[in-house]
Each structure stands twice: as structure tokens, then as C-alpha cells.
């Protein structure tokens, strides 16, 4: 009797669980959020580590890597359903057919996206020299695509097949062999934060088209915890959940396993992309792409991730002119981590697996940069202010007529300036009693920095250069006097930087 009595009992509360449940999501948030489990996620802390980094490196890396090829100004790893829809979008007026033509003159009519799977062999990839390449670059923490859009694995796993019936994971096709645990290995033993990017969902997944739930239950859910059960990785960069609402996806559930069950779950980082409408409103820190404009006020950390060019996987379209100059990139990241957030820079390896040329000298000359001028960079917060600008109008749209913002909106905001418009010439940071005045270009005898009150005792010096420099009080504002320039400081001319130590 007891043994019934219990029983009833159980089933009436699990039935009153379920109906909680439901009426959470009933009286949820219009987006479809189930709004007291987002509350908690929400109000979990982003361990500090990555509101200190600043700088990571993005790897875009799959099939998508043997054609190498959209017209520049266009996302190549997009290639799949560039083909499949006959259209495209991005920079530079692309036309439409562009991908059908090329795949139809490159391989032939009879091809098939799912041949790129076979012919992607990874045979000169090597993570260690991968790593050494970023740790030398200054970067903290580095993340690859384990899964993009096209639903190809870079490790062995079985939902990869559902639905398709045709292996479509690296253990069994292409490399065969697991991408991933290499990498997670080779990025640790370099001292470097080891994160996963994870698209939720799949342009042309049979259960996705239809939105069963099937797609949820027994694919995107039980693949993400192979995922993360395999490689406790650092930190996870959801992507793909923009149709969705979480009603659909249910992020919400998985990651409340990720937190209380995971191997990750004491550490791990997450974004803010999980369903429809998520992006800067829930999740971990926030996430802006080819566009770092509109993130004042931020509650959370955020990152900025873009390419070198106007691509995440390699683009064989990309010409000298279309990559960035690491002058642009310093100053780049400058700007952003000046704004409270962190610079994500992406490279596309090739398909064989080796980091073209250009990419690894960008990253190898940001490197040197940082080393001298890292402290103002590396683990400091948002001054008073993030700039100082000069006279003229601030209001600007580079992202007018394009899908993109290009690199040199930051050139056109500090050394190259658009007639009429203010430019930026300081950026600023702060740590401790220190505050960093970062200068785009070499002021000439002096500097003014404009309201700021300093202590009669507070020092004035040049990253890499020893000697103090001298400064004076002008009303509400600071004249530091520069030295005469002398090339045998070595200093890297693509922007220096003032410590001003106010203790």
C-alpha cells in the first residue's frame, strides 16, 4: 500500500512538473523563451578569463576548404548554399550564379557538395605549429568550427549520419581521423583557452527542413553533448539559431545540463547566439560580426569576430588589397578593446591544413606589437571614455550599400580622415592606477589629451622606452612632451603607446 501510495505520488508530481513547465513556456517571453531558465543563464557569471583576454583567433575550416572560393567580398564557407540556392550575398555586387558557374567549370555538372567531404584530407595539419603560430601572435584563446553550417563534424560522430546515410564526420571520410582532440591538446599545452564553435543548425538536414523535433531530441542536443562529454572545451560558440525560437531549439535546457552536468560545466564560456532574437539579449557574452559599432552601454563582455579580408574560410579570390594591413588590424583591435570588448580574429586554413602565408605574417606582426604594448591591451577595462576625438561630425555608416564593414573604417576614424569628420586620436584603456593613451600615429613634439586631472607626482612613459617623459597641466587638459623619434627603439609604428601611472 505504502509502494502505491509512493507511486501515486511521484506521478502526481511529475505530472505537475510538466504542467510547470508548460506553463512556463505558455507565459514565457514573446521570443519563446522559457524565461526563468534564461534568467539563471543570464545571470551566470562569464568567467573572468575572457573579459581579460582581449585578443583570440577564429579558425573556419572544413569541406568548404577544397574550393577555397566565393567572389571576394563574400563568406566561402557559405559555398554550399551559394550553390544550392543560386544566390548570394556580401560586398562588391556579387553576381548570383557565381558559385554554380564556378563548381560547374572547376567540377563538373555531375558533383556534389558531399565530394568536398572525400577530398578534404587535412595532410599537412599540425596543430602544434598551429599554436605556436598564436601564442607568438599574442592571442589567449583560440576557436574552431568542430561543425558549420553544412553539418560536417571535425570529429567522429554518429548523428552526423542521421538522416543521411553516408558518413559525413572526419573520423570516417576525408582525414579520418579526429581533427579535434589534436587541437584541443595542442592549444592547452601553449597555455592557450581551447574553444569550440557549434552550428546549431544544418542548411539541409532532412529533419531540419521539416522542423521535427526530431532534429532537437535525437540530433542537435545528443550531438552537442558528444561534443562537449569528448573535449570539455573552453568555451562554445553557438551559431545558426537566427529562424528558431527556443520553444524549437531548446538551448535553454541544454545548457542548463552544460552547467550543472558537463565536464565543462565549472568553467565554460558560452555566447549569446541560441535562438531567435538571443543575440545581446541572453546567453554568455555578446557577439557582433564585420560590424563592432553599437556596443556602447554593454552589460557583458563581447567579442568582434571577423576575417583578415571579408571571408572566414580561405578565399582564393582574396588579392593583397582585400587583406587588411596589420596597421589597420592593430588599430583595429585598439578601438574595440578601448570599447570594454575583444577582438576574434579569424584564419581559414587551406584544405590540406597549413595557415596561408599572409595570415600567419598579420598575426606574427600583431605579435610584435603586443609585445611591447601588450599591458595596454591585455587584462585592462574601459576608461572614463574609449576615445578622444578631434573637432567635426562622429556620425558615420560604413556599412551604407554593403553587407560588411570593412577594414578600414579605422583608418578612415584616425589617420585617413573623411573631410568634415572627426577623427579618433587616442584610444584609451585602464588597469589598476594606470591609465593607456594609445596613439594612432606619431603626435610630432607633443600631445595634448584632453580632460583628464592627474596627480602633481603621476609619471608619463612610452611603452618600450625606458626614459620618463615630461607633461604639464593646461586648464582641464595634459601636455606630454615627446622625445625626439629614434629608430633604434624598434617600436612598431602602428600605433604607441603613453602609460600614464596616476597613483
Known sequence: MRKLLLLFLLSANLLLNAQEIKREWDTGEANGTNSKLWEQIDTRPVPAWFGEAK???????????????????????????????NSIFGNNNPQSDAIPNFQKKTYGEASSYYDFGKMFKAELYDPTEWADLFKRAGAKYVILTSKHHDGFTLWPNEQAQNARFFPWNAGEVGPERDLI???????RDAGLKAGLYYSLYEWYHPWYQERTDKFITDHYHPQFKDLVNNYAPDLIYADGEWNDEDSYWRSGELLTWLFKESPSKDYVVINDRWFKGSRFNHGGYYTTEYDASGVEGANKPWEEIRGMGLSFGYNRDENIEDYNSPKTLILMLCDIVSN????????GPSADGKIPVIMQERLLQMGAWLDINGEAIYGTKKWERPYQWSKGNREFNFREGKAYVEGDYILKQTIDPIPGKAVKEVFFTAKEDA??????????????????SLKSRAKVMLLGVESKLSWSKKG???VVLMPAFDPEWELPDYAYTLKISNP
Open 55 to 85: 585578443f583570440g583567433i577564429f579558425i573556419h575550416w572544413g569541406p568548404y576548404s577544397v574550393p577555397a572560393w566565393s567572389p571576394s567580398g563574400t563568406y566561402t564557407e557559405w559555398y554550399q548554399r551559394w550553390w544550392y540556392t
Open 181 to 187: 582532440k589534436p587541437y584541443i591538446k595542442a592549444m
Open 340 to 347: 570594454g570588448g575583444n577582438l576574434c580574429l579569424n584564419v
Open 435 to 452: 591609465i593607456y593613451a594609445i596613439l594612432p600615429k606619431w603626435p610630432g613634439t607633443s600631445i595634448t589629451i584632453k580632460d583628464i
Open 476 to 478: 582641464k587638459d595634459i
